[in-house]
């Protein structure tokens, strides 16, 4: 049965990202408006907002766009393309058939979760 791929840990990311650059944590967490505190507890957060990832990317002079970008389907990759069915004269038709098919893929990949 295909499965999900798990997510890349953000908050790993950000770690060996800030150990890597040297970058003080107490001078990063002045810069963000935000505790010392709240930067190692990013550290265990799995899924840091991207906003934050993207700020400290900044910062850092890192960028963790290939790292976010891994996010992938086994076996599943038919459930990612474009309505098999394209409407050029009806722009309408052709955004309420995406709809209706991004509904049927996100169907598609609840059922693989729960099984």
Known sequence: MPQLCS???RGELLRKAIDESGYPISQLAKRLGKSRKWVYL???????????????????????SKD??????????DLVRE???????????????KY????ERYNKLLELKIA
């Open 7 to 9: 997510m890349v840990h």
């Open 68 to 77: 976010l970008n891994t996010y992938q389907l086994n076996e599943t990759a």
């Open 83 to 97: 309505p098999s069915t394209t409407y050029a004269i009806n722009e309408t038709e052709y955004w309420k058939a």
């Open 42 to 64: 990013q550290f265990d957060n799995p899924s840091v907002q991207i906003d934050y990832m993207i700020e400290i990317g900044k910062l850092l002079h890192v960028d963790f």
């Open 100 to 103: 209706i098919d991004l509904l």
